[in-house]
T-cell receptor, first 115, second 111 residues
Framework: GAGVSQSPSNKVTEKGKDVELRCDPISGHTALYWYRQSLGQGLEFLIYFQGNSAPDKSGLPSDRFSAERTGGSVSTLTIQRTQQEDSAVYLC?????????????FGNGTRLTVT | GQQLNQSPQSMFIQEGEDVSMNCTSSSIFNTWLWYKQDPGEGPVLLIALYKAGELTSNGRLTAQFGITRKDSFLNISASIPSDVGIYFCAGLSGNTGKLIFGQGTTLQVKP
């Protein structure tokens, strides 16, 4: 597709269950980012990938959060043993990787609700 | 850590009025970006600024990269109802590719 695609668009899960969120970046974009947006808040950086490696994981809130990227394309964000405070919109973005000339392009996000 | 202070937090204006919002930081940024987010969608890039002092326009939007590299503003002229949304500033420092976002400015336009 032409843009960043995220799935599912909505996910409701019970506390304690694991969830996987998927991101398909724009074709040819080498950099991929995950952000979290809580209700009425700004975007909180989680992790970014350059190719398949993650130079910066500093934003992951706890060891229950992990992410991987394969083939320099699709990425999955996994949250284990979900908690209610994990409820938020998880946004993925991609860029060409030349940070100073290629801004981030965002998907529409996955809205996660933990009950 | 690095933070961006965005103001105002919200604005309610009459159609046709001009709007101004800004972001400040105690840290230096190499790139400033302005995004708009509509409900249920991801942020969409409006303007990108790459040089200190740079003034860039995109239609009715004008943004500037502060000369100190610690601030940026966004102006919207002659607002229309479709300008409604949340506007975010974002800054990029160093070469990490990690954007820092402001808290957002919610804009409402009364027809």
């Amino acid at each position: 597709g032409a843009g960043v695609s995220q799935s599912p668009s909505n996910k409701v899960t019970e506390k304690g269950k694991d969830v996987e969120l998927r991101c398909d970046p724009i074709s040819g974009h080498t950099a991929l980012y995950w952000y979290r947006q809580s209700l009425g808040q700004g975007l909180e950086f989680l992790i970014y990938f350059q190719g398949n490696s993650a130079p910066d994981k500093s934003g992951l809130p706890s060891d229950r959060f992990s992410a991987e990227r394969t083939g320099g394309s699709v990425s999955t964000l996994t949250i284990q043993r979900t908690q209610q405070e994990d409820s938020a919109v998880y946004l993925c973005a991609s860029s060409l990787g030349d940070y100073h000339n290629s801004p981030l392009h965002f998907g529409n996000g996955t809205r996660l609700t933990v009950t | 850590g690095q933070q961006l202070n965005q103001s105002p937090q919200s604005m309610f204006i009459q159609e046709g009025e001009d709007v101004s919002m800004n972001c400040t930081s105690s840290s230096i940024f190499n790139t400033w970006l302005w995004y708009k987010q509509d409900p249920g969608e991801g942020p969409v890039l409006l303007i990108a600024l790459y040089k200190a002092g740079e003034l860039t326009s995109n239609g009715r939007l004008t943004a500037q990269f502060g000369i100190t590299r610690k601030d940026s503003f966004l102006n919207i002229s002659a607002s229309i109802p479709s300008d409604v949304g949340i506007y975010f500033c974002a800054g990029l420092s160093g070469n990490t590719g990690k954007l820092i976002f402001g808290q957002g400015t919610t804009l409402q336009v009364k027809p």
